[in-house]
Each structure stands twice: as structure tokens, then as C-alpha cells.
């Protein structure tokens, strides 16, 4: 059984919407706070947003008012909505439980200009 599997992506233009969606087994989504990361060509992995159990959150400061991350008990889901998108947040896009160095095989996100 996968552990993490995303969803969502695709092609916007700027200034357009996406919503993306990472399933999470339950062992994981019970007990661990929850990132959405994202991935430039040729650049490191970084933390964009996260979640708690309790659903605190906290963004870098290049999404703030853009972004919003949020659980889905029901659905056993950590959701990542995106606004106003723009050519920078082109990446490949992760969701991980925090801490634990597992992931999904990701989502493409690409903003056109």
C-alpha cells in the first residue's frame, strides 16, 4: 500500500488556481504533522507549508495569502490550495509527513506566463 500519494497538478496560467491532494495512509495521517514541498529544475526540495495533527499551520513567506493547506479527516487527505499563481511556483510538488524523509512521487505544477 502506497503511503503517500499526490494529485492536482497540471497547467495554469497565471494568476489562475490549482488544488492539489495528497492521500495519506492511516498510520501516517493520524500521528505526524504534514508538509507540502515543492521542487525548481535544478534547485533543492523546500518546505512551502504545513500542517499539524491539531491543524496549525505555518507557509514560507513567498505563499502567504496564496497558498492554504488543510486536512481532510474524512478523506484522509492534506490538501494544498493554490491562488493567484505565478511563474515562480512552477516545481514539482511533494507531500511528506514531517520528520520522516517518505515520499510520494509527487505532482507537476506549471504556471505560464
Known amino acids: 500500500q502506497e503511503q503517500l500519494v499526490e494529485s492536482g497538478g497540471g497547467v495554469v496560467p497565471a494568476g489562475g488556481s490549482l488544488r492539489l491532494s495528497c492521500a495519506v495512509s492511516?498510520?501516517?495521517?493520524?500521528?505526524?504533522?504534514m508538509g507540502w514541498y515543492r521542487q525548481r529544475p535544478g534547485k533543492r526540495r523546500d518546505l512551502v507549508a504545513q500542517i499539524s495533527t491539531g491543524g496549525n499551520t505555518n507557509y514560507v513567506d513567498s505563499v502567504k495569502g496564496r497558498f492554504t493547506i488543510s486536512r481532510d479527516t474524512a478523506k484522509r487527505t492534506v490538501d494544498l490550495q493554490m491562488n493567484s499563481l505565478q511563474f515562480e511556483d512552477t516545481a514539482m510538488y511533494y507531500c511528506?509527513?514531517?520528520?520522516?524523509?517518505?515520499w510520494g512521487q509527487g505532482t507537476q505544477v506549471t504556471v505560464s506566463s
Open positions: 492511516e498510520s501516517l495521517f493520524n500521528t505526524r504533522a
Open positions: 511528506s509527513p514531517m520528520g520522516l524523509g517518505i
